[in-house]
């Protein structure tokens, strides 16, 4: 029980702070369509973009019972949850669609290209579970639809959140690679090693990325000096 609510908790966190590009891309594709015309939009672009999410996400759950590919995923997870952590998100270029067909496409595609973050996380935080997969893309849905300004101002107010995020995302990442059939093999009986990965890796992650925010102004400032 005590693990369901851990997984439930971590998959609304990973939501919360890896969906808000998701909800700005809605809002960008839409933002020249007619009042009722954007309300369809949003309507069947979120929708078709869940359903893709959900099967995206389920066979990523399949996929990852592949030997070592729990290790890939866990590493790039790592990567991820760093990059939240100092800022160099990637945006994705989104047009402003003329008609509502080109819009929902638009929000469909852009969502998929955007999504292999919340994909991987949640396929970890799930642990393999399917209904939980179901129900973290679910909840999702409000995030992504309406929650991108209240996202933004809220992380903004309270930059904790940011860390809360990605340290669960490092921690999940830590448990994927300990929980690869082949490496969960190769330390099987080694004491308390399934909690000291997981923590080790959230703990590294979360002091890499909070020194590497602090030598970014330094750097900047050093540079401008200098000229």
Do not use: C
């Amino acid at each position: 029980m005590w693990e369901l609510l851990v997984a439930f908790f971590s998959i609304i966190i990973i939501n919360l702070v890896l969906s808000g590009d998701n909800a700005i891309v809605i809002a960008l594709a839409s933002r020249k369509l007619p009042l009722d015309k954007r309300r369809q939009a949003i309507l069947w672009g979120t929708a078709g973009a869940i359903v893709l999410r959900i099967v995206l996400t389920l066979v990523v759950v399949w996929l990852l019972k592949i030997p070592f590919l729990m290790v890939a995923g866990g590493l790039m997870l790592i990567w991820i949850s760093y990059k939240l952590l100092i800022d160099k998100e990637e945006g994705v270029e989104i047009k402003a669609a003329n008609n509502l067909w080109q819009a929902i496409q638009t929000i469909v595609v852009a969502d998929f290209v955007m999504s292999l973050d919340n994909v991987l996380a949640i396929a970890g935080a799930a642990n393999g579970k399917v209904y939980l997969v179901v129900i973290g893309i679910l909840l999702s849905i409000p995030v992504i639809v309406w929650g991108s300004t209240m996202i933004l101002k809220l992380i903004e107010k309270y930059p904790a959140i940011v860390y809360i995020g990605s340290g669960i995302l490092a921690y999940t990442a830590g448990e994927m690679i300990v929980g690869d059939q082949t490496v969960n093999h190769w330390v099987h009986g080694v004491p308390g090693i399934h909690y000291i990965v997981p923590i080790a890796t959230a703990v590294l992650v979360l002091a890499a990325g909070h020194l590497m925010k602090k030598r970014g102004p330094i750097k900047q400032e050093g540079i401008s000096n200098s000229q």
